[in-house]
């Protein structure tokens, strides 16, 4: 039996507040960050031994222990693949923490996303060289095909296709983060909902995408700090266990541009995520209480419904038509209001919102959560996790 | 497509288009001036280049050469013939004004020079008297181009010194195009925002694609407008995008069968925000599966982004945005068929 459920927690979050221009520097953000999850967790400084970041993230773990005082670090890590990295960055932290290899871990992502590099103005113009990774863009950029809006867009498409999607059922999504943001006030959009009218209304960014399924754009920073379970039981907060924590990469994967496969209506590197998390967690979907789904554009959220098994294939549409994801549904979803609605932190905050929906503090708390899913990226080799409430 | 059976395209124009490759434009030609520091003085202080070596004899010296030598870049202006000519032809027709009024007649009337290189055998030094002389390498077939339908003209322009000495070659490609009539529905249409009347403006290069071992023949082909596709050498799959190895078998042994160029629409993207200068918007962009099984991303032309429909049949079109750049594109297949 695997050692990893159950034998790690979260036992602190922290984040900078979200905005579309920080004004400053991506490595203050992450201190500012990681210094608050540390504070939280009810430890110091000194007691961090490992951290835990994305490949993309600007700012080494060295920088943030030299300038927090951290001192020594016996772990450090990193994981690729965008937005896809989030959850994996506490799959390591918990890895690390179970076998003993280090105590106190801290995942962080800090970026001014929005006020510096932005992502949404795509891969077009970024500088050529001979790397794999790089002249995977080769089948793309010269076609014109270079933003996460139009690599999700072939694939809403063909889903539309097969499955008698609309445009108002991706808008269903926008409108419940929406929903939940305007309750939210840490989020960007805190006091401004929207209708379905509103989405409708939308122009087009990439059709079938509308400006409303796209996620915005942030700066800011959040941190998370994993223990033992056994040492989370002594600090301030109740613990999210981590019962499941797994990554997922399919077959023939590429980066948001997998349309080789026989179909691509699913995500099955989510479904691989999915069936790792019940498997060490043993539970099933019906165990679920929660989720917090990567939303950075709303068409991706529907198979990620059918991949991990809330409903079956090509039903997600109806499954969100059916109220299921609202506050007093079947599964409340991206109760901080997601990231189009509370900030884009590559699925950093949404690991928060689920330490706080375990905690029982979300701004928009359904009642009693024993258990919820959390997903990161969605169209790159991702990550997910189940936590879960102290027994 | 609307311009098949034009003059632009009978083989009896492209018998006389091509007839000029390997001709002379420019029977040698001595420059007014031998080289002379006066005007290298005065290059070298209009191009702010502060290398001694053009000016200093000591410094040349040192730097290994006999005296001051002319800098490179400036072999065609000593064979320049100056204003006076430019605006007063001596009224006998060069091969170059015969093959521009052969252009015109096809109703490539609009040029715009896209590049020059250079290949540079010896230095100059003053006192040398430069010649030029000029000849026809290629003239392509007519490419769509972001300015309207055109032929790129690729000259070499050979530079000897007075003993007939080559001292640097010029290979010199113009583009001569009819300009667009109007906005294109196509990727290579006019750019959004851009009033009419601009339409000779040169569109900025498509993003480039990243050149490696593992695909530089793909892109190679395409130039050629051909497209391929990767088969491994033992198991006899396709696959793509290509890779070093065969997923199916493990060989690492490939070689490419050429695509008959027909398939259907798998998915598609009619792109709006944020806008890339290279192309024209509402930008259509489709994965498209072929007959023979394997999937690619690429362009369609001649439709209407609304017109689109997943299933389509269509067949291979090229997209020619640049002398440097080819892609596989795809058009209605039924729409090919109306037009015959
Ligand atoms: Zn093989």
Redesign the interface.
């Known amino acids: 039996m695997s050692v990893l459920p159950g034998a790690a927690a979260i036992a602190g979050i922290g984040a900078t507040e979200f905005s579309k221009e920080s004004g400053r520097s991506e490595l203050r953000l992450a201190c500012e960050a990681v210094l608050a999850a540390i504070t939280d967790a009810g430890l110091q400084p000194s007691d961090v031994d490992g951290m835990v970041t994305f490949t993309a993230d600007t700012s080494s773990e060295i920088h943030i222990a030299r300038n927090l005082g951290i001192g020594e670090l016996k772990f450090f890590s990193r994981i690729g693949h965008g937005g896809g990295a989030a959850c994996g960055t506490v799959q390591q932290a918990a890895m690390a923490v179970a076998t003993g290899v280090a105590d106190v871990v801290v995942c962080y992502r800090a970026f001014n996303e929005r006020s510096g590099t932005r992502y949404g103005l795509g891969q077009a113009d970024r500088p050529v060289d001979v790397s794999a990774d790089r002249a995977a863009y080769s089948w793309m950029t010269p076609f014109g095909l270079s933003t996460p809006a139009q690599w999700v867009a072939m694939f809403a498409r063909r889903y539309m296709h097969e499955y008698g999607a609309t445009s108002e059922d991706f808008g269903r999504i926008a409108v419940i983060d929406r929903a939940h943001a305007a309750k939210n006030p840490a989020a960007w959009f805190y006091g401004r909902p929207i209708t379905l009218e509103d989405h409708q209304a939308s122009r087009w960014i990439a059709e079938p995408l509308r400006l409303l399924d796209c996620c915005q754009e942030s700066d800011g920073g959040q941190a998370l700090v994993v223990v033992s379970a056994d040492r989370a039981r002594d600090l301030p907060h109740p613990p999210a266990l981590i019962w499941g924590a797994a990554q997922g990469s399919g077959n023939d994967q590429h980066m948001m541009t997998s349309y080789y496969r026989s179909e691509i209506t699913g995500i099955p590197e989510m479904g691989l995520v999915g069936r790792q998390l019940y498997a060490q967690s043993r539970l099933t979907p019906g165990d679920v209480q929660a989720a917090i789904l990567y939303d950075h554009f709303t068409p991706l959220v529907l198979p990620q419904l059918e991949e991990l098994g809330f409903c079956p294939k090509g039903e997600g549409k109806d499954f969100v038509a059916d109220g299921n994801l609202e506050l007093g549904g079947r599964l409340p979803f991206n109760t901080h209001g997601g990231q189009l609605g509370e900030a884009y932190i590559h699925g950093m905050n949404g690991i928060a919102e689920g330490v706080r929906l375990i905690r029982g503090t979300s701004v928009n708390q359904p009642g009693d959560v024993h258990n919820v899913l959390v997903t990161a990226g969605t169209g790159v080799p991702t990550s997910g996790l189940i936590l879960g409430a102290d027994a | 497509m609307s311009d098949h059976g034009s003059g632009a395209h009978s083989g009896e124009y492209e018998d006389r288009l091509q007839a000029w490759v390997g001709r002379e434009l420019l029977t040698r030609r001595f420059g007014q001036d031998p080289v002379n520091v006066p005007m290298i003085r005065h290059w070298v202080e209009a191009m702010a280049d502060d290398n001694p070596i053009y000016l200093d004899e000591s410094a040349a010296r040192e730097a290994g050469r006999d005296g001051v030598v002319a800098p490179a870049s400036m072999a065609q202006a000593w064979t320049m013939r100056g204003y006076a000519a430019s605006v007063r032809p001596d009224g006998e027709p060069t091969g170059m004004d015969e093959l521009t009024g052969l252009l015109a007649e096809g109703g490539y009337t609009s040029v715009v020079a896209t590049d020059s290189e250079f290949e540079f055998e010896r230095e100059l030094v003053p006192g040398d008297r430069v010649s030029v002389e000029e000849v026809v390498e290629a003239i392509s077939p007519e490419k769509k181009t972001g300015l309207g339908a055109g032929r790129f003209i690729t000259t070499v322009r050979t530079y000897r010194d007075a003993a007939g000495e080559v001292v640097a070659t010029q290979r010199w490609r113009l583009l001569r195009f009819r300009p667009a009539e109007k906005p294109a529905q196509e990727?290579a249409g006019k750019p959004a925002g851009k009033p009419e009347g601009e339409e000779a403006e040169a569109r900025p290069l498509?993003?480039?694609?990243?050149?490696?071992?593992?695909?530089a023949f793909w892109?190679e082909a395409a130039r050629e407008h051909r497209l391929v596709i990767q088969r491994c050498a033992d198991c006899k799959s396709l696959r793509?995008?290509p890779g070093p190895c065969c997923?199916q078998c493990g060989s690492f042994a490939w070689d490419t069968v050429e695509a008959k160029g027909e398939g259907h629409v798998?998915?598609?993207?009619?792109?709006?925000?944020?806008r890339?200068p290279?192309?024209g918007y509402?930008?259509v962009?489709a994965?498209v599966e072929l007959t023979e099984g394997?999937?690619?991303?690429?362009?369609l032309t001649g439709v209407e982004?609304a017109d689109v429909q997943?299933g389509m049949p269509v067949v291979l079109d090229w997209i020619d945005p640049d002398p440097d750049?080819s892609?596989p594109a795809f058009r209605p297949a039924d729409a090919d068929a109306k037009e015959r």
């Open positions: 990727p498509r993003p480039r694609p990243a050149i490696n071992h593992d695909n892109f793509h995008p997923p798998y998915s598609y993207v009619v792109a709006h925000h944020p890339h290279a192309f509402p930008l962009i994965v394997t999937r690619l991303i690429t362009n982004p997943i750049l892609l």
